[in-house]
C-alpha cells in the first residue's frame, strides 16, 4: 500500500539535504534533481529505515569529499572524469538502483531477497566512496590490483591498504546503521544484515577496482598522463588509450554496485534468510 505521508516526507527531506549540498557545493543542479527523485523513492516505498541509511550514505560521502580537498586535488583530480560537485547520472549511478529496489520491494510484498539487495548496493556505493576519497590520502602509492605495480594515485584500479580498510569500514557502516534503525522502526533485523554489508559493499569495490584496472574507458593528455577525462579542462579531447569507451566511471560504479548486491544476497543465502 502507498503511503502518501512518508512519500511526501521523502520528497521534503531530500529536497532540503539536497539543496544543502547545492549550497556546498556537492551538488550541481542536475544532482539535486537526482537526489530528489532518489530519495524520495527510496524513503517513500522503502521505509524509514531505507531512507535513513541513504542519508547516512549522502552525508558521510559529501563530507569526505571535502575532507583535505587540496590535498586530493594536487593528488589526483586530473584522474578522476568528474570533480566534487556530483551530477545527475553520479546520483543514478550511486542511488538510481537503490530507489528501484525499494519500488520493487514495496511492490513485491517487501521480499527478503531486495532487503538483501539493497543492504549490497548501498554497502558498495559506500565503500567504493569512502576507498576513493580516503585511499588517495595514502601515504602509500597504490598498486594496481591486476599486477601488483605501483600506479599514481588517483588510477583507477590502484588500491592501497589503506583505501581498502576504509572500504571495509564504509561498508560496515552502512550495515551497522541499517541493522540498528531496521530495529528501532520495529522493523525485523535480520542477522545477516551486517556480514551482507561487509560482504557486499567490500566485494562490490573491489569489483570496481577490477573494472578500473581492465575494462573502463582510460585517456590521456598530451603530455601521457593518463586520466578518466575525455576532455581536459581547456575543452581539448584527450587520446583514448584502452578500455571500452562505453564504460565511464558511472557505468563501472553501477556495475559494481550490481556484483554487491548479488553477494550480499548469496550472504543472506547463507544464512537461510
Not at 539487495?117 to 588517495?136: I, K, R, S, Y
Not at 590502484?158 to 520495529?186: D, E, H, Q, R, Y
Not at 565511464?248 to 548486491?261: M, P, Q, R
Amino acid at each position: 500500500m502507498i503511503d502518501l505521508v512518508i512519500i511526501g516526507s521523502g520528497l521534503v527531506l531530500s529536497t532540503a539535504i539536497g539543496g544543502l549540498a547545492y549550497w556546498r557545493k556537492s551538488l550541481s543542479v542536475s544532482g539535486w534533481l537526482g537526489a530528489i527523485l532518489v530519495g524520495t523513492l527510496t524513503l517513500g516505498f522503502g521505509g524509514w529505515a531505507w531512507g535513513l541509511t541513504l542519508i547516512i550514505f549522502f552525508i558521510s560521502s559529501s563530507l569526505l569529499s571535502r575532507y583535505k580537498e587540496q590535498i586530493k586535488e594536487k593528488r589526483a583530480a586530473e584522474k578522476f572524469e568528474k570533480g566534487g560537485r556530483r551530477d545527475f547520472s553520479q546520483t543514478m549511478a550511486n542511488g538510481g538502483l537503490s530507489a528501484l529496489c525499494a519500488v520493487a520491494y514495496a511492490s513485491a510484498g517487501r521480499p527478503t531477497v531486495l532487503l538483501a539487495a539493497f543492504v549490497g548496493l548501498m554497502a558498495t556505493v559506500n565503500a567504493d566512496t569512502w576507498a576513493t576519497e580516503l585511499g588517495v590520502l595514502s601515504p602509500h602509492k597504490p598498486r594496481l590490483i591486476t599486477t601488483g605495480r605501483e600506479v599514481e594515485p588517483g588510477t583507477s584500479g590502484g588500491i592501497t591498504l589503506f583505501g581498502s580498510s576504509a572500504s571495509a569500514l564504509g561498508a560496515a557502516l552502512i550495515g551497522v546503521c541499517l541493522f540498528i534503525l531496521l530495529m528501532l522502526t520495529k522493523v525485523s533485523a535480520p542477522g545477516w544484515v551486517i556480514p551482507a554489508a561487509i560482504a557486499g559493499g567490500f566485494g562490490g569495490a573491489m569489483l570496481d577496482s577490477l573494472l578500473g584496472a581492465t575494462y573502463q574507458a582510460i585517456y590521456a593528455y598530451s603530455d601521457g598522463r593518463e586520466t578518466e577525462r575525455r576532455f581536459d579542462r581547456r575543452g581539448k579531447p584527450t587520446t583514448f588509450v584502452r578500455g571500452w569507451t562505453w564504460l565511464n566511471n558511472d557505468v563501472v560504479n553501477l556495475s559494481s554496485s550490481v556484483g554487491g548486491a548479488i553477494i550480499a544476497i548469496l550472504v543472506m543465502l547463507a544464512f537461510g534468510g
